[in-house]
């Protein structure tokens, strides 16, 4: 499967430097392993921030939360590190904005452009790194929530007033419990 810059747009949304960054990151972490895409949870992302180019990280390398292969760390970090199961090899990838400046930001379109085509050298930190491997997805059973009756990861309920309860309906019950 190749995927292009311009289907991650079309997944996104937009084009914008974000996108671009998560492109390039993820690029260079595949570009370490013998799988390139993750079917299932060959490869594990663990990714430090919730910005833009975490939807280029599940496209490309097929880390997604419903698989459970993608870990979010709200560090607020460009920094990306996935974890190949089958070579047991970990790469840490993180953005270096010490070449971007502020001038280069002012053409978005221009910035954007630089950003797919620099040298990886310029703008990417990229490391081997010794890791434990991230445990597997776990599949827990769902009970419905006492107060709403909606399903509810057992794992994630709550107990007020001796019933099984969601977090919402925890939190809008705060008084009694």
Not at 57 to 84: A, E, R, W
Not at 98 to 125: S, Y
Not at 142 to 161: D, K
Request: aromatic content about 10%; hydrophobic content about 35%; overall charge negative.
């Amino acid at each position: 499967m190749s995927i292009t810059y311009d289907d991650l747009i079309a997944f996104h949304g937009h084009s914008c430097p974000g996108l671009a960054i998560g492109y390039r990151m993820t690029a260079e972490a595949l570009s370490f392993f013998p799988e390139n895409r993750a079917e299932d949870e060959e490869i594990v992302a663990i990714v430090e921030n919730n910005a833009c180019g975490v939807d280029a990280l599940q496209m490309l390398s097929g880390c997604t939360f419903g698989k459970g292969n993608l870990i979010f760390k709200d560090y607020g970090k460009h920094v990306f590190t996935l974890y190949d199961r089958k070579s047991r090899q970990g790469v840490r990838v993180a953005f270096d904005f010490k070449n971007i400046t502020e001038d280069m930001r002012k053409n978005r379109e221009q910035f954007i452009d630089w950003l797919l085509h620099a040298p990886g050298k310029d703008i990417l930190n990229a490391r081997k790194v010794q890791m434990a491997a991230p445990e597997p997805a776990r599949i827990f059973k769902s009970v419905p929530c006492a107060f709403c009756n909606e399903e509810v990861m057992e794992t994630r309920t709550r107990q007020v007033g001796g019933k099984l309860s969601c977090i919402p309906c925890t939190e809008d019950r705060k008084s009694e419990i």
